[in-house]
């Protein structure tokens, strides 16, 4: 195992799933699973394929009620390929011995391979070695190639390859109750080598087709047949094949939808493009070099070589969010384009990617703010129907920016359906302004602020503005009935409200918000400016009200510390001791508890960073101590210290963010505390952290929180409008690190040792960029490579 390769050795049905989540191949457009292509969907395997944004709804009668879905759709299956020898049985792992067996991720290359030697009933030995692409070069592309070669004997082979559209979605077993039957077979058919296959979606009537071209290489006789079902359109190849000599079959494959932009059908450009892709070598060929152009924008290194467990993070997070997702109408979804969790929906889990997107792949970030603003007439819609000012995004969000959070959810600890609150997570709106604020600093990108992203945040100040109310007897501005990010509190004990009231992250981050519609409206040239107030109609008043909250927003405080939300202080503590005992792993406390009849509500228990901790994530303490004192509250060192100290304490860590905000706040506070979340977040989906959830969808937000901490952690990174700043610390026994960056149109590489940095500044005819490091000011030329000591207490 390098720093490159994933690699497994052995078939391990109960691990399979967790493998073909971390083995799924994607390239923003379209993402598989890396499940073995002669499995279909059963108790090991799963293998799913996602088209980005291709999204369907659905009803469902959940507990006696009908409830809708809207679902990342599994599009027909691309992979099946089978064989069998002699007529007999079709090529089943369970059914012959497995004599070797190895599968690997080439991350480099963007390449999965399986490699099998195994012997069947009759004593035949043979070799399977299979390879496997989702082109990184042509997003519509993917491609399987499969080499079979008998070691003693000689005989008859026929190979089954199929297009399989009667998939369903079902890779989520607490989801089994709902409706999984989005597909529709459209047309099917064959023409020469190529077979394809048409399906639409029940609602929202996507069309998906996918067209394959088969190809054989070494076999001494080639009969070719078609067979056909509806939804299903499979080749069968009947090869004499002879001992020590490796045949070959080649699987093209085109997959378009009526989504895409640039064609005129989505079936006739998948013929066409099934048609003319390359065979297997040339497409491997491109793809990697496309792979090669990515990571030479993106890697790290770390005293000259890299990390597989960061190499694997930073490799999906480029899968999901390739160069190719800036041609698109698509969210960054929780889960990536790997599984079915959470129904493929977008959550804030993007705010812990915008900051390696920003500096890497600016129009990828560009784009996601796009599907955002796209969807700015449903957050309208939704502000207003529930009473509102102003834009409010859906917490969970899918094709078309309606809330599409489940009204119950399933605890598969206790087999119940309970009420889900979680849409109250308004702090949504706040990172999408943070995000829209970061690309901006980052970027420069002026145009996207005049026309995009001012509104955005103008719109989500506008929707807090009205969702925090003034009260009178305490001369302050409060916001109630809301969660924080800490999902474990939707409700005081025994209230029937859901909700809780003056969440300290989201007020803190309201504030935030309003100071950046100031800045916004500073920033807009005049007449953009003065179009968009029309516009938006916002008047004097309004902004008043802006500035008002700004000084009058309400934050909670108990024994010096800010608390978590108000009345936190007030509820029981948690017996840990007691429910580890009872129950072993406690992460997710909320199904633990509510299987014991209990809830979390009633405790001083919190299922990740929030408060606090969160804001120190997002904000340097002296922004959070500059917003604080404007507020009116005193908040130095020790109160934050304490705070976070106090909630750490109470903190299960039930999702994987939570270690990742952990590391980022502890880093200078406790490296030594932090290095262990940070090995925790590395950990979470390839050790399977969250038992068993991985195997459902790796987690996005967490792998792109460690590429950012390893970027921006040790580096003290900043991006502002008028200078990047500096302040690295590596940690102890890390003498150098390396890494690319862009920022407002440059591009470089810093290079970090412990006594000085150096930045290489790309040719270009930009005007020199400004650097502050230490305390010192350097301007630096395009094409110049400038060194700064580093003084001497930052190591
Ligand atoms: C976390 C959220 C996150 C979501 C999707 C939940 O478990 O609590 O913060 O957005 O997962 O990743």
């Not at 559209?165 to 890779?171: A, E, K, L, N, Q």
């Given at each position: 195992m390098s720093e490159w390769v994933l690699a497994y050795h052995g078939f391990d049905p109960a691990a399979e799933g967790l493998r073909e989540a971390l083995c799924t191949l994607a390239n923003g457009y379209q993402g598989t699973r890396g499940a073995a292509p002669e499995s279909a969907a059963d108790d090991v395997h799963y293998p799913g394929t996602y088209i980005a944004g291709v999204y369907n709804r659905l009803s469902s009668d959940v507990a006696g009620r009908i409830v809708q879905n809207e679902d990342l759709v599994n599009v027909p299956n691309w992979l099946p390929t089978t064989f069998r020898i002699e007529g007999g049985d079709w090529f089943d792992l369970a059914g012959v011995d497995i004599l070797d067996y190895r599968q690997t991720l080439d991350l480099r290359r963007g390449m999965l391979t399986r490699l099998i030697r195994f012997r069947d009933g009759a004593e035949r030995v043979t070799r399977l070695a299979e390879r496997r692409l989702v082109s990184m070069a042509d997003p519509h592309v993917a491609a399987l190639q499969t080499t079979l070669e008998p070691e003693n004997w000689s005989g008859r082979v026929e190979v089954r390859c199929a297009l399989d559209?009667?998939?369903?979605?079902?890779?989520v077993a607490r989801y089994r109750s709902l409706n999984g039957d989005h597909l529709v077979p459209v047309a099917d058919g064959h023409n020469g080598d190529v077979m394809w296959l048409q399906v639409e979606t029940q609602q929202s009537r996507v069309r998906i087709a996918e067209a394959a071209r088969v190809g054989v290489e070494g076999a001494a006789r080639v009969d070719r047949g078609f067979d056909r079902a509806d939804g299903w359109v499979g080749t069968l190849l009947t090869l004499d094949v002879a001992a020590g000599t490796p045949v070959t079959v080649q699987k093209v494959v085109a997959i378009y939808t009526s989504r895409d932009p640039g064609i005129s059908e989505s079936l006739e450009a998948a013929r066409v493009g099934a048609d003319r892709a390359g065979d297997f070598d040339a497409l491997l060929n491109r793809h990697a070099l496309a792979w090669r152009r990515m990571w030479g924008r993106s890697s790290i290194t770390v005293d000259g070589s890299g990390d597989l467990a960061l190499n694997v993070h930073l490799f999906h997070l480029l899968q999901v969010c390739s160069d190719h997702v800036a041609d698109l109408d698509v969210g960054m979804p929780a889960r990536g384009l790997h599984g079915e969790a959470y129904r493929g929906h977008v959550f804030w889990d993007e705010l812990f990617a915008f900051p390696f997107l920003n500096t890497h792949f600016p129009l990828v970030a560009r784009s996601l703010l796009m599907y955002r603003y796209r969807r700015l007439p449903a957050a309208r819609w939704a502000a207003g129907e529930a009473g509102y000012a102003g834009a409010m995004f859906p917490w969970q969000s899918g094709s078309d920016g309606d809330e599409e959070t489940q009204r119950v959810h399933l605890n598969p600890k206790s087999g119940r359906w309970l009420p889900d609150n979680s849409r109250l997570q308004r702090h949504v709106n706040v990172a999408i302004a943070y995000n829209v604020w970061q690309y901006y600093q980052a970027t420069g990108d002026m145009q996207f602020l005049c026309h995009y992203g001012g509104e955005l945040i103008l719109d989500i100040a506008r929707f807090l503005s009205s969702l925090a109310s003034y009260n009178r007897v305490t001369d302050r501005y409060e916001i109630t009935g809301v969660m924080g990010p800490d999902e474990y509190h939707d409700a005081y004990p025994d209230s029937d409200h859901p909700g809780v009231d003056n969440n300290s992250y989201t007020n803190v981050m309201t504030v935030w918000v309003m100071r950046r519609a100031f800045d916004v409206l500073r920033l807009l040239p005049e007449q953009r400016r003065l179009e968009l107030r029309e516009c938006l109609a916002l008047g004097g008043a309004e902004l008043e009200r802006f500035a008002d909250i700004c000084h009058r927003m309400y934050v909670p405080f108990r024994d010096g510390m800010v608390e978590a939300f108000q009345g936190y202080g007030d509820l029981a503590e948690l017996d840990w001791d007691g429910l580890r005992a009872r129950h072993g792993d406690i992460r997710r406390l909320d199904r633990v508890l509510e299987s014991e009849g209990d809830s979390p509500n009633r405790y001083q228990a919190s299922k990740q960073a929030g408060g606090l901790a969160m804001l120190s994530y997002l904000l340097s303490d002296q922004e959070i101590t500059d917003i604080l004192h404007d507020l009116g509250y005193d908040c130095d060192d020790e109160c934050i210290e304490r705070t976070i100290a106090y909630n750490l304490a109470r903190t299960s860590h039930g999702s994987t963010l939570s270690a990742a905000v952990y590391t980022w706040v502890l880093a200078r506070r406790d490296p030594e505390r932090a290095w262990g979340f940070f090995r925790d977040a590395l950990a979470s989906d390839l050790a399977d952290m969250q038992g068993g959830t991985t195997r459902e969808g790796i987690h996005l937000g967490a792998m792109a929180a460690t590429v950012d901490l390893v970027r921006r952690g040790y580096t003290g990174m900043r991006l502002g409008e008028d200078a990047m700043r500096l302040d690295p610390r590596l940690p102890d026994g890390l003498d150098t690190m390396s890494m690319e960056f862009r920022y407002r149109g440059h591009t470089g590489t810093l290079t970090f040792h412990r006594d000085r940095l150096t930045l290489d500044l790309h040719q270009s005819e930009l005007t020199p960029m400004t650097i502050v490091v230490g305390g010192r000011t350097e301007s630096v030329r395009p094409g110049q490579t400038t060194e700064l000591p580093l003084p001497p207490d930052r190591c």
């Open positions: 559209g009667r998939v369903t979605t079902d890779g």
